[in-house]
Every structure is written in C-alpha cells, then in structure tokens.
C-alpha cells in the first residue's frame, strides 16, 4: 500500500479521536518512530512534541523498553489475573507504592486511564457505602477538568468543555466550583477556596470525594495552579470528611518537575490514578492506588469485595515495560532531565509572548503552552506544524508541547522556534 492508498483507506474507514467522519482531514502516515523522531511513510521526519499525548517519555523504540517487552512475551504475553498473579504485576505494584505518596498501599491494576477513573470512582462510592453512609454517592470537582471520556469520567470533566449539553440526562450529575486561579507562585487569597467551603458546607452529606488533577489541568485548559490551594483543597476535604482522587494520569512519572504533582505540596490524597506515561508510551496500561484504611472498609462492606476486574487486569506484558519505564525514570535522572526542559522551553518560547496574536505563554516542568487569543483551525495549523518539521496537536487556542525527557537541547530549540514560526505563518496569512 503507498501512502495515498493507505490515507484514503483511512479516511474511508477509520475513526480517529474526537474526529469526524464526514470529509476528515488527511491524517499524516507513520512508518516507524525513534528517540523524539516521528518518520512519515514518505520519509519526512518530524520532531515530536507532544510525546504521544503525555506518554512516551523516554522517546520511541527504546532498547530498554523493547527488550523488556521482548523477553516478556517470550514467557506469556498475558494470563487471566483472577486466582492467578505473577511477577511483573507484583513487583510494579511494589514499585508504585514505594514511589507514589505515602499511605497508598494497595493498587489496582486497569487497561486505561478513563478506566482508572471509573474505578476511583467506584472506590470512593463502595467506601461510604460500606461505612453505612450510601448518601455519599456525588462527587465534587473543579471547572476545566479534564477525568477520561468513559460516562463516569466525562461526568466530572469541565461540563463545557466535556458537553455535558449533549449528554443531558445519561450523565450522573455532580458538584462543581470554579477551577483554582491560574499561577504555580499565586500565592493563596483568603477567598481563593470560598466556593469549594460553601459547596462542601452544604453538600458534603452527599459528597464521596473532591476530584482534580493535582497542579496541572491537562486538557480542559492546560492550566497551573498553586501547590498551596491543593494543600487548602485538601485540608478542607478532611474537615468535611471528603476523600481525595488525586488524577494523576497526565502530571505522574514527572511531567511537572515533581515525580507526582501532589508532590510539589505534600499532599497524600485517598486515591490516585496514574496511567499515560506509566508504560513509558509503549501501551495501554493505567493503576489506581488507594489507602489499606479504604480498601479494607471496601472489603469489609456488604459485597465483601471491590466489584471491579477488567479483563485484562495486570496484563504481564504491560506491567513488564512499566517496570522498564520506572528503571529509566530512576536512571536517566528524570529531575535534571524535566529540569533542563523547563528552562529551555522558558527561553524559546519566551518571544511568542510579543505577539499580537498571543494571549498567554506559560511553562512548567516538561510543559510548554503558548495560548492564543482565537481557536486555531486545526487542519491548516497541522499542515504549517508539520511543514516546519515538527509534531505539535493544538487544540482550540492552546498550542503547546509535552515532549520526550529525552529531547535534547537542539532538538528542543528546533521544536520550539519550529511551532513560533508555524504561529507567526498561521496569523500572519
Ligand atoms: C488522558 C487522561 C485521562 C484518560 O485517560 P485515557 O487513557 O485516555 O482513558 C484521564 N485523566 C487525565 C488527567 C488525563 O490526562
């Protein structure tokens, strides 16, 4: 199949996310990706910015990752995990609660993030249920909040952003209080965490948890906050008693600056979800982590058991390569690594901030935004991206990266002057 063929093909039959099927775009074909390089099928390399959407942290075809998965398949692929367990599954385990805040002890085990959410989800509600407190079944989160796009996650993403219009009636219906004012070094206002008291105030009898993402809004709005309104945020969920689901699945493994953003305040939630980068972006693999308090009084509860067990639960090949990913976080010494994108993204991207066209340009940790003042047309944008060598996803008016720790200093300022020119072509036509 050449590359036309293989586009129409695609365009005829496949899906992509959140795409439509009437006249979609052209998608860009991949033949093969190494270190940060994406390689098109017509031999254009790309500089990748994006990481495969938070994923893939150590770069593409890594020897490391591959050989773990390599000699994992040659002793099985996956076995059912009900009545059976194995090593990969019991050392990852290990490994995450010794890394992840302390006090989260037991970790269950899924196939994606929206999954991991879901049962957070479940976690919390089976907790109050089994404490005799079934009225605690709503949850309570922040605007522009990003949780999966599964019924129960997409029920506490941002009810703008996550259409919560379109899905009117089959969504279970929660609590929202506005988002944490923007700004890592914001620092906390007497009136910052008012509206989030007053709905815990009036609705904790019903409220099983406070759900977020710790720091980093991901993509409901690619936002920072400050670690000191997540220390209120959590203080205040102790005072209503309100478990914390600390959302992980976009900031864990370092993405910013912190090994977990909860990190960056201390704060030990209840329940956390990790996913995305946790396989190194080799694939689809999520966890959630909770108390051995919760899941005990889960476990002691009327079903006598958490009612969860996906299919491909543990699956030993995905928990082989997260093992490998979590050796080369330790190895390549993943603080230095973000460190140094950090300042690097700060100086290359600092000029975007003098244009007309530009709202906001913000950096934390492995992430840089430029926000621009109108949503850019997607197609066109990816065209001038793609055109300057580089692989960058905008959505609305959020143009930014989350590329490889591995990205080197020159392809990082390749990346970063690339996307600025792509802007500058994109407004100034
Ligand atoms: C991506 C993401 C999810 C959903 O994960 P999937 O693997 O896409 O289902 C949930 N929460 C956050 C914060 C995310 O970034």
Redesign the pocket.
Known sequence: MNSQQLIALDQAHVWHPYSSMDNPPPAYPVASAEGVRLKLTDGTELIDGMAS??CAIHGYNHPHLNQAMQSQIADMSHVMFGGITHAPAVTLAKRLVDITPLGLEKVFFSD??????EVAIKMALQYWHARGQAGKDRLLTVRNG?????FG?MAVCDPVNGMHTLFKGVLPQHYFCPAPPAGFDRPLADSDLDELEAQLKKNHKNIAGLIL?PIVQ??GGMRFYSPAWLTAAAALCKQYDVLLIA?E???GFGRSGALFACDHAQVQPDIM?L??AITGGTM?F?ATLTTSHIATTISRGKANCFMHGPTFMGNPLACAVANASLDLLEENDWQAQVQGIEQDLQQHLAPAAAQSYVEDVRVMGAIGVVQVKEAVDLARMQKLLVAEGVWVRPFGKLVYVMPPYVTSAEDLKQLCEGMLRALEAYFSA
């Open positions: 959407w938070w994606s993030g929206s999954v991991a959410v990003y949780h999966g796009d599964t996650a993402e991901g993509a959302d699945i976009a900031t979800c996913g995305k689809s999520a």
